[in-house]
């Protein structure tokens, strides 16, 4: 019974698609070498299934773990180096506008299957030179942004 299925079945997949490409083919000039050409693909194609001995096997597995895995793993990077520039960016436009300069702001960022993103440590580096009050500025953060950083000198 199987062998009436797959035959039955290739014969009405490629019936379908020389058809569609029966009717998308030109008409004058060359409509009777395109049914010769597609009469000749369909009769190659029934060729094909009998020398085959009739075992179509249409499945397709493809091991995709290891791609998924390195994409898993690049998508994550692309996620935290994003997140650690765009809270930096947001940090250091909020010490501009308040007047502060010669600064580093430094974010490290980690993503866990619990916990999500979350930020593991963000730093700002003032020069030694500056005269910057440690509590104002952390708190500053703190209220606009609601992260706690480190002011730190170098």
């Known amino acids: 019974m199987s062998f009436i299925k797959e035959l039955a079945s290739v014969f009405c997949v490629c019936a379908v698609v020389l058809g569609a490409i029966g009717v998308l083919s030109p008409q004058n000039a060359f409509q009777k070498p ?11 194609t029934i060729v094909a299934v009998f020398g085959n001995g009739f075992n179509l096997d249409f499945s397709f597995e493809i091991d995709s773990n290891p791609v998924s895995a390195t994409l898993s793993d690049t998508t994550e990077q692309q996620i935290v180096t994003t997140s650690e520039n765009i809270i930096s960016d947001n940090i250091s436009s909020l010490l501009k506008k308040n007047g ?23 730093e700002i580096y003032f020069d030694t030179e500056s005269d910057v009050n440690e ?14 950083v480190a002011v730190l000198y170098c």
């Open 34 to 44: 395109m049914k010769v050409i597609l009469g000749l693909v369909f009769i190659a």
């Open 100 to 122: 502060y300069s010669d600064f580093f702001v430094n974010i490290k960022m980690d993503i866990s299957d619990k916990a999500g993103i979350s930020i593991s440590m963000a």
């Open 135 to 148: 509590q104002t500025v952390a708190s500053m953060v703190k209220n606009s942004l609601g992260i706690e």
